[in-house]
């Protein structure tokens, strides 16, 4: 344990939100920070990278996370606009608060934004997840990644395969720290709170007697560029939906791009069943009750990955690589890419009770947090007194 009373020399932890995944990884850190002992001073700043009023608002209740003491607006652009426009207003607060850190989480534009601009003013730089690869430099999020932790001091990680990435790239090992998965620490947090599914089902005004199919339901999320922006992909993954909702029916929540998409491309038709449920974007505990009671989850999503393994159900990600490898090792994912075959024989084996069971992978309990917060004080009072900063 470290001593009692934070120094009164050293600033506050700046923790950068900037898009949806990065409130459920920054409310168990935020919570552990205020508990340690002492408790680490902390300043959440929203970047405004992705902005709904409606569901920020519901997030920040769902996950029991403080309401940002700055936001920076910034809104939506290209990736060169708003990575740029994030680093401009950021350098205004590293002025303003001097903080003793700066505590990025993920892989969306703000991660990195904000790390480059501490990088320049010298200012400690903490990533949590840190060290996941997909290895397909065509996604901004694998660039966001590996230069993000080229950058970082401190870097933690949520599996241990993360560190020989880490170490194939150049980093140190005394600047890694094995810690756990922070997603879950939300995900087990929360869990008892999550909504059932009946219940959001009848808020959206859909009649939850479909739940009640003998092959149970499935989830569905599609959101990512290479899977929605281009009509001869998104076409053939829709059919094949529609194909699978004979079988098991399915819950789509229907993220807003690819809502649009389908819209634009007439691709309506192939969603026009009465198997598949098209439901608006959900607040975090309606996914979470959704995703603990499905029978299967198809999704291109990142963190649906995790959460899927650490709940015990099958999930088939519509995508040709995952930075979350051991979810496919130890957990419960299957990669099928675009390939309707392969979702078809996916499901096909969940259906007939061949579907991968996985077990939780280590640290994965719920404690990652804590270990954070109980590492970083550590590292910070230790550097502020070799530094004399």
Same mark, same amino acid.
């Given at each position: ?64 996370? %403080? ?84 950058? /970082? ?7 241990? =395969? ?45 009649? %939850? ?16 560029? =290479? ?28 993220? %807003? ?83 309707? /075959? ?48």
């Amino acid at each position: 344990m470290v001593n009692e009373a934070w120094p009164n020399n050293l600033g506050p932890v700046i923790c950068v939100v900037g898009a949806r995944p990065n409130f459920m990884k920054m409310a168990p850190i935020l919570r552990a920070f205020g508990g340690h002992h002492p408790a680490l001073p902390t300043l959440l700043v929203h970047t405004g990278q992705h902005y709904d009023k409606d569901m920020n608002d519901r997030l920040f209740a769902d996950l029991r996370l %403080p309401h940002p003491d700055i936001n920076l607006e910034v809104g939506s652009g290209t990736h060169a606009v708003q990575t740029a426009e994030v680093m401009r207003r950021f350098e205004l607060v590293l002025d303003a608060h001097r903080p003793s850190c700066v505590l990025v989480v993920g892989d969306v534009n703000s991660t990195l934004a904000c790390a480059l601009v501490c990088t320049k003013k010298e200012v400690p730089v903490v990533h949590v997840e840190a060290g996941l690869r997909s290895y397909d430099r065509l996604m901004p999020e694998e660039i966001n990644r590996v230069l993000t932790d080229q950058i /970082a001091d401190r870097l933690y990680t949520t599996e241990r =395969s993360a560190h020989a990435n880490l170490a194939r790239e150049g980093i140190a090992n005394e600047r890694m720290c094995f810690v756990g998965n922070v997603m879950i620490d939300s995900l087990l947090a929360n869990r008892a709170l999550a909504h059932p599914p009946a219940v959001t089902l009848q808020a959206a005004g859909v009649d %939850p007697g479909i739940l009640d199919d003998p092959q149970g339901y499935g989830v569905v999320t599609l959101h990512r560029p =290479s899977n929605v922006d281009h009509a001869e992909k998104l076409a053939p993954l829709l059919s094949v939906l529609r194909e699978v909702a004979e079988k098991v029916p399915l819950v789509f929540a229907l993220h %807003p791009r690819t809502r649009a998409n389908v819209e634009r491309f007439g691709l309506g038709g192939l969603l026009s069943t009465r198997r598949i449920i098209l439901l608006p974007p959900q607040g975090y505990l309606e996914i979470l009750g959704l995703l603990a009671g499905a029978r299967l989850v198809l999704s291109d999503s990142g963190g649906l990955q995790e959460e899927t393994t650490a709940l015990g159900v099958p999930c088939l990600t519509i995508r040709e690589n995952t930075e979350r490898p051991i979810t496919v090792e130890q957990g419960t994912n299957t990669l099928v890419g675009c390939d309707p /075959a392969a979702i078809r024989r996916g499901v096909d084996e969940i259906l007939s009770g061949a579907g991968k069971t996985g077990r939780v992978p280590e640290f994965w309990d719920g404690r990652a947090a804590e270990r954070i917060a109980s590492d970083l004080a550590s590292w910070l009072i230790a550097r502020h007194e070799q530094h004399g900063r």
